[in-house]
């Protein structure tokens, strides 16, 4: 069993930036990937980046404005969201597969934090 706690969320204007962090349990080889859920929409699929190194994977809505990082040591994940916009305004979570296959469906991590508000302001 793997816990994922998320921080780093906050409120912020377009154009700014914010990381957000991920902590896990304990040191596993796990997949590790980021989500977010706007109100009203489906969870949807944001970053993510194997322990092996392989990846990272992106969504195109974010691609070349966020970064996926990781810290093996740590049992952190890293992810830095520069350039934001009021629609990436969501809940961000953080996720886990025991896997070094990088996938970008919900139903493909086991493990979930209870997620941090990212809020962009226009």
């Known amino acids: 069993q793997v816990q994922l706690v998320e921080s780093g969320g906050g409120l912020v204007h377009t154009g700014g930036s914010l990381r957000l962090s991920c902590a896990a349990s304990a040191r596993t080889k796990h997949t590790m990937g980021w989500f977010r859920q706007a109100p009203g929409k489906e969870r949807e699929f944001v970053a993510a980046k194997s322990w092996l190194g392989s990846g990272p994977v992106y969504a195109d809505s974010v691609k070349g404005r966020f970064t996926i990082s990781r810290e093996g040591d740590k049992n952190l994940s890293y992810l830095q969201m520069n350039s934001l916009k009021p629609e990436d305004t969501a809940v961000y979570y953080c996720?886990?597969?025991?896997?070094?296959?990088?996938?970008?469906?919900?139903?493909?991590?086991?493990?979930w934090g209870q997620g941090t508000q990212v809020t962009v302001s226009s």
């Open positions: 996720a886990a597969r025991a896997s070094s296959l990088v996938v970008s469906t919900t139903s493909g991590y086991v493990y």
